[in-house]
C-alpha cells in the first residue's frame, strides 16, 4: 500500500519567492497534519484538517503559511513569501479518523536561501 | 518550558548494553504517551504506546508515572540497528487530543 506521499523531498529557493508542498494521504485517511521539524524547535503541529476541512491552524506561524486541502486525497502547504527561518523539514501525516498511528510522508526539505 | 521535554544526548553506548531514556510533560491533563522513532533523514515512525501498568515489546519496555508526570523508555541489549532519535509524545483532551511531541533523544549504539 502506497503511504503518504509529500512532494517535492527537496526544495531550495530564494527568500521572497513562494513554495508549495504538496501531499497526498493515505486513501482512506480522513485526518491529515502538517508538521515542521527544526533542529531548535522540534516536531510542531501547524494545521489538521478533518473531512477536508481545517480544524485547528493555531500552529501556523504566519500570514506567510496557508494551506488548503481542496480533496480528501491532496493538501498544500503555502509559503509566501518565503524566508530563510522557513528552513526546515516539513511533513505531512494522516489517520484513520484521528485514530492513532500518525503516518508521516518523506517530508519536503526546504531551504530558503 | 517545553510542554514534552527529553534530553537530546546524544547517548553512545555499546552493542549489548541497557539504556535508558526518560521524559518529562507538563500538561497533566495527557492521557496517552507514544515512543516514535526517527532514523537520519527520515520520517517518524510509531514505536510503540505507552499504558499505565506499563508494557514490553521484545527488548523495548515502556513505563509512564503520572504522578511524577514522566515516561520510560528502557532499551536491553542495545544493537546497531537501534541507532536513532526516540521521540516522546504526549495527548492530552485538552488539547484536542492533538499530539505533543518532545525534541528527541538520540542514540548512537556502537561496535
Known amino acids: 500500500d502506497a503511504g503518504v506521499i509529500q512532494s517535492p523531498r527537496h526544495e531550495v529557493t530564494e527568500m521572497g519567492q513562494e513554495v508549495t508542498l504538496r501531499c497526498k494521504p493515505i486513501?482512506?485517511?480522513?485526518?491529515l497534519f502538517w508538521y515542521r521539524q527544526t533542529m531548535m524547535r522540534g516536531l510542531e503541529l501547524l494545521i489538521y484538517?478533518?473531512?477536508?476541512?481545517?480544524?485547528?491552524d493555531s500552529g501556523m506561524p504566519e500570514d506567510r503559511f496557508s494551506a488548503k486541502m481542496p480533496n480528501a486525497s491532496f493538501s498544500t502547504l503555502k509559503i509566501q513569501p518565503s524566508e530563510p527561518r522557513d528552513s526546515a523539514v516539513y511533513f505531512c501525516?494522516?489517520?484513520?479518523?484521528?485514530?492513532?498511528?500518525?503516518?508521516f510522508g518523506n517530508g519536503t526539505r526546504l531551504t530558503v536561501t | 518550558r517545553k510542554e514534552v521535554e527529553q534530553d537530546p544526548g546524544p547517548f553512545n553506548v555499546p552493542e549489548g548494553a541497557t539504556v535508558a531514556f526518560n521524559c518529562t510533560y507538563s500538561?497533566?491533563?495527557?492521557?496517552?504517551f507514544f515512543w516514535y522513532r526517527q532514523d537520519c533523514r527520515k520520517e517518524p515512525k510509531l514505536l510503540m504506546s505507552?499504558?499505565?501498568s506499563g508494557n514490553e515489546d521484545g527488548r523495548f519496555t515502556a513505563q509512564l508515572n503520572r504522578a511524577s508526570q514522566y515516561i520510560s523508555l528502557l532499551i536491553r541489549d542495545s544493537k546497531l540497528s537501534d541507532s536513532a532519535t526516540y521521540l516522546c509524545?504526549?495527548?492530552?483532551?485538552?488539547?484536542?487530543?492533538?499530539?505533543?511531541f518532545g525534541g528527541g533523544t538520540r542514540l548512537m549504539v556502537k561496535p
Open positions: 505507552v499504558y499505565s
Open positions: 500538561n497533566s491533563a495527557s492521557q496517552s
Open positions: 501525516a494522516s489517520t484513520p479518523g484521528g485514530v492513532l498511528p500518525l503516518h
Open positions: 509524545v504526549a495527548q492530552a483532551k485538552n488539547a484536542g487530543n492533538m499530539l505533543t
Open positions: 484538517f478533518n473531512n477536508n476541512v481545517p480544524i485547528d
Open positions: 486513501s482512506g485517511h480522513n485526518s
